[in-house]
């Protein structure tokens, strides 16, 4: 008996070793406090026994770590599957480098694409129809976008369940393109658009975090807008 439980548990400690997020990848970190809930993606620098190391808090200059204790949530994927867990801060470093040291997961749970960071946005689109032969573009304006899906206007109307390939390109100059998504459902829009719900089925991981870093970037210049508001001083 006292064998079977020991085997049961290193049967445990791999599987959890084989969905933790691997050493130079890339996860969402979640920092909630009673103002605000905020999103920022962080690499894994180290694994030691007991957590993690992250750093390379990109463009967060202004970031402040809570301290030590504090409960946050992470996320990552592996093979085009989310996953998250709740973790707690156990060391913190602000200067020169950012460096936050968390506890290792006790319990990975699967998550939903709806999980991801969710911004609205008015971006133009290029949305074919993979069930066209004639591959004739239609254009339209990406209205919320996330990690897992997005919003899309469209004058025309997509049949639920019909898959589309989209490009489009971020302020910044980057293109995303060749991603597939499916419509999901369709609703009324103004000026009689419609808006397409889609979900991404084939998008590379390179381009899924093009578009987290972006989410997180207006979120970001959001919070800074609100801020000034607040305080026109």
Same mark, same amino acid.
């Given at each position: +008996?006292?064998?079977?439980?020991?085997?049961?548990?290193?049967?445990?400690?791999?599987? +959890?070793?084989?969905?933790?997020?691997?050493? #130079? @990848?890339?996860? $969402?970190?979640?920092?909630?406090?009673?103002?605000?809930? *905020?999103?920022?993606?962080?690499?894994?620098?180290?694994?030691? $026994?007991?957590?993690?190391?992250?750093?390379?808090?990109?463009?967060? $200059?202004?970031?402040?770590?809570? $301290?030590?204790?504090?409960?946050?949530? &992470?996320?990552?994927?592996?093979?085009?599957?989310?996953?998250?867990?709740?973790? &707690?801060?156990?060391?913190?470093?602000?200067?020169?480098?950012?460096?936050?040291?968390?506890?290792?997961?006790?319990?990975?749970?699967?998550?939903?694409?709806?999980?991801?960071? =969710?911004?609205?946005?008015?971006?133009?689109?290029?949305?074919?129809? =993979?069930?066209?032969?004639?591959?004739?573009?239609?254009?339209?304006?990406?209205?919320?976008?996330?990690?897992? #899906? &997005?919003?899309?206007? &469209?004058?025309?109307?997509?049949?639920?369940?019909?898959?589309?390939?989209?490009?489009?390109?971020?302020?910044?100059?980057?293109?995303? *393109?060749?991603?597939?998504?499916?419509?999901?459902?369709?609703?009324?829009?103004?000026?009689?658009?419609?808006?397409?719900? +889609?979900?991404?089925?084939?998008?590379?991981?390179?381009?899924?975090?093009?578009?987290?870093?972006?989410?997180?970037?207006?979120?970001?210049?959001?919070?800074?807008?609100?801020?000034?508001?607040?305080?026109? @001083?």
């Amino acid at each position: +008996m006292k064998m079977d439980i020991i085997i049961f548990q290193e049967i445990a400690k791999k599987i +959890m070793k084989e969905i933790s997020p691997k050493i #130079g @990848s890339q996860v $969402e970190v979640v920092l909630a406090s009673e103002k605000e809930t *905020s999103h920022y993606l962080a690499i894994v620098a180290e694994e030691t $026994e007991k957590g993690i190391i992250l750093s390379s808090f990109e463009g967060i $200059e202004d970031l402040k770590f809570p $301290e030590p204790d504090i409960p946050i949530k &992470l996320r990552f994927n592996l093979k085009d599957v989310g996953y998250e867990f709740d973790s &707690l801060i156990l060391a913190k470093k602000e200067s020169p480098y950012k460096f936050l040291y968390v506890a290792k997961p006790v319990k990975v749970l699967r998550r939903q694409l709806r999980a991801y960071l =969710r911004i609205d946005c008015e971006i133009p689109v290029t949305v074919i129809r =993979r069930d066209d032969p004639r591959k004739h573009p239609i254009a339209g304006v990406i209205t919320n976008i996330s990690g897992g #899906g &997005l919003l899309v206007s &469209l004058i025309v109307t997509i049949p639920a369940d019909v898959q589309v390939e989209l490009k489009f390109e971020f302020e910044d100059g980057t293109s995303i *393109s060749n991603v597939i998504a499916r419509v999901l459902s369709i609703r009324a829009g103004e000026g009689g658009s419609r808006i397409h719900a +889609m979900q991404f089925d084939s998008i590379s991981e390179e381009q899924r975090t093009a578009i987290i870093k972006y989410t997180f970037k207006l979120q970001q210049r959001a919070a800074k807008k609100a801020k000034k508001e607040e305080n026109p @001083s």
